[in-house]
């Protein structure tokens, strides 16, 4: 089984101010990484994903989450954030193996951006 | 259309209607799920079902039945519901296999639900 913990609930800051939402997981086999978005009265959106190789993956709009096997997290950072990007963010694990059934996501991140 | 669609976006039933929720995938997925959503809690799975058939049921209560006519195709029928069902239900799909590809879901922008 896995779990994810995603430490604050709410995080303000302002715009073109870096940002980062924090993601802990654990697990007894090795798993796949994933932050999704939802913007208001949306469903959730893919923003990026880890597999293997490089600790580091980008997505299209300027998010980066770093993977770190030791501590266990994979953490979303921005360096300069806009007013779009106010949301909630989930991070999610799921197992190499055992199938699509096994995606466990956390409680969420709402970021808002103060203008 | 592209993506995951879901009909309709809002719902609001008495305790003793019967309703339904709709869900379609363009994406050529054999795997679809349901998600209940409500304010500061994780995200539960109620529902999977791969290539029609349920595969996972998560102690969901009875008055929420699922169907499955195919692939594309995910209904939520919902009868004498509480005002505690409240929330947002999230249909997503995904490919029904082991690996990234199956971990990856997609998902619709959800059918917000009120019971009074």
């Known amino acids: 089984a896995q779990s994810v913990t995603q430490l604050d609930s709410q995080v303000p800051v302002f715009e073109e101010a870096p940002v980062e939402l924090r993601c802990n997981y654990s697990?007894?086999?090795?798993?796949?990484l994933f932050w999704y978005v939802q913007y208001p009265n949306q469903g959730l959106q893919l923003l990026l994903k880890?597999?293997?190789?490089?600790?580091l993956v980008e997505s299209i709009n300027g998010f980066e989450a770093e993977f770190n096997k030791s501590q266990t997290s994979f953490h979303l950072r921005k360096p300069s954030v806009h007013i779009s990007d106010t949301a909630e963010y989930f991070c999610?694990?799921?197992?190499?193996?055992?199938?699509?059934?096994?995606?466990?996501f956390g409680i969420g991140t709402k970021l808002q951006v103060i203008p | 259309e592209t993506g995951v669609t879901q009909t309709p976006r809002h719902l609001v039933m008495g305790m003793t209607n019967k309703k339904s929720l709709k869900c379609e995938q363009h994406?050529?997925?054999?795997?679809m799920y349901w998600y209940k959503q409500s304010a500061k809690k994780p995200l539960e799975l109620m529902f999977v079902?791969?290539?029609?058939?349920?595969?996972e049921n998560n102690s969901v209560p009875s008055r929420f039945s699922p169907e499955c006519p195919n692939s594309s195709h995910l209904f939520l029928h919902l009868h004498t519901l509480q005002p505690e069902d409240s929330a947002l239900y999230l249909c997503?799909?995904?490919?029904?296999?082991?690996?990234?590809?199956?971990?990856?879901?997609?998902f619709g922008p959800g059918t917000r639900l009120t019971v009074l």
């Open positions: 697990s007894s086999v090795s798993v796949y």
């Open positions: 999610a694990v799921s197992p190499f193996s055992g199938g699509y059934q096994k995606v466990t």
């Open positions: 880890y597999l293997s190789g490089s600790t």
């Open positions: 994406l050529g997925h054999n795997a």
């Open positions: 079902y791969n290539f029609k058939e349920q595969t």
């Open positions: 997503a799909s995904s490919q029904a296999r082991p690996g990234l590809e199956g971990s990856t879901q997609y």
